[in-house]
Structure formats: C-alpha cells, structure tokens
C-alpha cells in the first residue's frame, strides 16, 4: 500500500479534537458506511461568527482520522464564513499531501465541516439559537 | 513501530524457512545450470528439479509426472482455467457448445477474474452463492450441472475465511457427470490434509510462498491423462506445458517447503489450532460486538478472521502495526478498488461491519504465549476506535451503525 506522509500518521495515531460538543451550535455528517467512511463535525460558534470549538467523530481508515482532525485545527479561530471556505485541497495540503486513491473517498472533512456550518446557518435563521 | 513483531498474515505470504533457504542459495551461482542443458551442470539442475516434483507430488498423493511448475498460485489457476476452456470449446456441436463453468462467488480473484475473462470470449460461468460459513450446498452444485458444462473450479479453502469446502464429494459429482474438478489449494496445501486421490481432484493449484517457501513459483497437479491446451509456449519446458527456463532455485525452494510442510502436518495443525481456538475464545468473550466470521467446523486451523462493529480495518491496522501486530481486514480501504471484501458480502456481512474485519493468520512462527498480548491489544485498538465512531454509542456503549445503513445515493458512488 502507499505510504502516508508522517504528517498524516501523526494525526490518525494522535487525533486532536475527537468527541462530541453537547448542544453543539451546529453538527454535520457525512459518508456511506458502504464506503466506509462516515464523519461527524461538531461546532461552536460565538456571536462574533468565530469557530471557537471543533471536534469531530469519524468511522473510517487512517486517511479519514488524519483528514477529520486536521480540518479541527485548521477551522478553530476562523469566521464561519472563511471555514466554509476551506476545501479538500486545502486539508491534504496541510497534511503533506493524501495517497491519491484516498484523495476522493476520505477526504470528506471539508464536506463535513460545511455540512455543520450549514446546520448551524439553518438553525440560526430558524431562530434555534 | 514496536519491538515485538507479531506476524499473523501468512495467508498474505509466510517468511522463508531457514531450512528452505538454505537448499535454495547454492541455485543462484553454485549449481546455477540450466536444467534442459547435457553437461554435468545442467543434469545437477535437472535433478534438482526433479527431486522438488517428488517433493511436491507427495505432499499431494500424486505422481510427480503429474506436477507442473508455474509462477504461482495465479498462474497456476490461468493455466488450468484457460487450458481446459480451450482445450473444450474444440469439442463444441451444434448441440453441445461445451463453453459452461462452474466456479463459487468466493474465490481468489485469480479463479474469478480468469472466469469473467472467459465469459468475453463466449464461454458462460455459474458462480455458486455459498452459505453464511462460506460453504457451497452441493444441491446446488448438482443442479447447476448442464451438458455443457466443462470445468467445476471450486477452491479448497478460502484465503479470508478459512472455509474448508466438502471437496471430496464435489470431485464425486464431477467424475459422475464426467466434468473436470479444478481445486484451487493454494491456502490448503501443507496446512490440512490434500490427497488428490481420496478427494477425487483431477487438477490442482498451489503456490510456494504461502507455505514458508519462496515468492514467484508454484506449482499444478495435472492427473494423469487430463489434456489441457498449453498457454505459455516456448522451448518446450516442463513437458511442453509450461515453456520458460526453469526458475531452479525457487522449485527448490518450493519443494523443500513442501516437503517440510508434509512431514510437520500434523504437528503444525495442532499447533495452527491451538492458537486459534485460545485467540477466538478470548476476543470474542472479551470484547463487546466481537464475532467470528466464517465456519466454526470446516475451518483451516491457522485461520482467525474477526468482525468488530462500528471500527473500520485499515485504522485497526495500523494501530495493531504500531503494537507490532501484523494482520489484514477485508475492508474496502484495503482493496485496489475500494468495493470491500466480495467474500464478506457472499456470507451476507453487511458493508459497515464488513469493513471492520481483521484477519489473523498463523504460521508456524507464531506462539501461544503471545495470544494475551495480542487480545489485548486489539481490546486496546477496538476500544479506542469505537470512541472515535459515530456509528458507536459511547454514553450506552453500544453499536448503531444500523441507522447509518442507507441507501447509497449515486452522488456518493461518482466520488470513487
Ligand atoms: C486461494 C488463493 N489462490 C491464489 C492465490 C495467488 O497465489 P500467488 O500469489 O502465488 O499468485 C492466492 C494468494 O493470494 C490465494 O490465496
């Protein structure tokens, strides 16, 4: 099989942010277990529009751990709207690059990600919170 | 990586015997004629070669004439596959297209990619469903017989699950529709008994390495008197059936794997057993949601394989390797194509719990004083994994991947 980066087997070795946000401000899933990758984002978001808390729960190979947990570090500290900008470029990029037949299939943190984020608008406009 | 290394994934290959490589080293530039050559370098080949085929023969109850050496176990089932549809189709009436096969969904995708290679060129195949312990009914068999059929290719035993199939009396089916029986024993050979006689095969796969022998050589079994057309022509080599200068040192190799596998048999299934039987009793009492996949009865002893809900195999790997614990999952991550394990899903193994499979197996390297260590630490890996899941309710501590189980939308599928 190919060989992660180290980066990558840092993160699936040591996930940062993993469990779940109680009363999160917005929670996304994505995947198929078919596939075999199914991931979960949980986000709190403060009146400022400010990521303040991200964490993730995923079922799936290393590359989908390394994936989801990268994308927590990366999106603390954002704007809601500059996270929703990050792609799936962007997470393999920071991870030094993914082995290309896990680019598509679990690469899925960014969907996740704005899947919550899109949760969160919902919620918001509906005035859940 | 860790220290210790555990290596239970000798049905992915098996270390060279130290005995086995020692016979083979004086091949490589001692002894290194060519076997079809008349100077006393060539003959010293030859009857190497020669000795390896008796070798061979007997772990199988043949006659050596009967043994033929190939590149491998995939090889082996190409050769014999191709052979006897070519061989067949000549025969074909206007009544009798003789172009139907009998294979199983389960086997080694070197049977069955063969097999749908065949249905391109106009032969038909019949792939046998199998029950939930990876057995074939032979009801089944019986019925799927026609008059045009030419080959049943039933494997052994199967390389994820152990399956044992009841061999013997398939063989009986085929000699009394007068079909020829093809078992691929690539997984059986040196590990259970294989008599080609008492279990009626007519031809037979095996490969070297599983067996603690080197990688790139095996072997087939042509009964006496089965005519089969040639696919790798040449100089004419291993009586014309398979041209290409012989690979001497690893037909050493495989023979004096073969011969060492037959003459600890016995010993080694205790052994193989013993390890088993502790590992399965212990993970499945000590683990929540733990089963056993395959037959508890018609099962190779050196194999192990394992379902954990809620985890996925490859990140259970690759926490097992830095505990340096080697093993394999059926896990679509693991595949070259991403579908997941074809044998998980003919036993009926739904696709989030097929993904979290481990398959252990064991070699005569492996101990029994090991067994603890590894129980705990797939304990460890599982544990840690179901935390990560969102297919695992960690405040109730159970599975509910089954609200996960979706249709899959084509969105989804385009991404692969
Ligand atoms: C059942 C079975 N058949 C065939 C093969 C192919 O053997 P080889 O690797 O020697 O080509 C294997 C090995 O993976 C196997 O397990």
Redesign the interface.
Known sequence: ?EEYSDKVKDH??N?RN???IENASGEG?VG?????????IYIDVDENEVLTDVKF?????????ATSSMITEMAVGMTVDEAYNITRNDVAEELDGLPP??M???NLAADALQAAIDNYRYRKENGEI | MSEKLIYMDNSATSPVDPEVLEEMLPYFNKEFGNASTLYTLGVEAKKAVDKARKQVADLINADPNEITFTSGGSESDNMIIKGVALKEIQKATEENPKNHIITTTIEHPAVLETCKFLEKFGFEVTYLPVDESGIINLEDLKNAIKDSTILITIMHSNNEIGSIQPTKEIGEIARANNILFHSDAVQSAGKIPVDVIEQNIDLLSISAHKINGPKGVGAVYIKKGVTLEVLIHGGGQEKGLRSGTENVPGIVGLGKAAELANIHLEERMKHNQEIRDALMEKVTSNIKDSYVNGSMENRLPNNIHFRFSGIEGESLILRLDKKGINGATGSACSTHDLKGSHVLAAIGIKPALSHGSLRLSIGPENNIEDVDYIVESIDEVVTYLRKLSPLWDNKNDKYIGDLFEKEVDEEDLDRY
């Not at chain 1, 995923?58 to 989908?64: D, P, R």
């Open positions: 099989m699936y070795m996930p993993t469990g779940i899933t198929n277990p078919v596939c075999g990758d199914i991931m979960t729960s995923t079922f799936g190979c290393g590359a989908a751990i037949i896990k598509h299939c679990s």
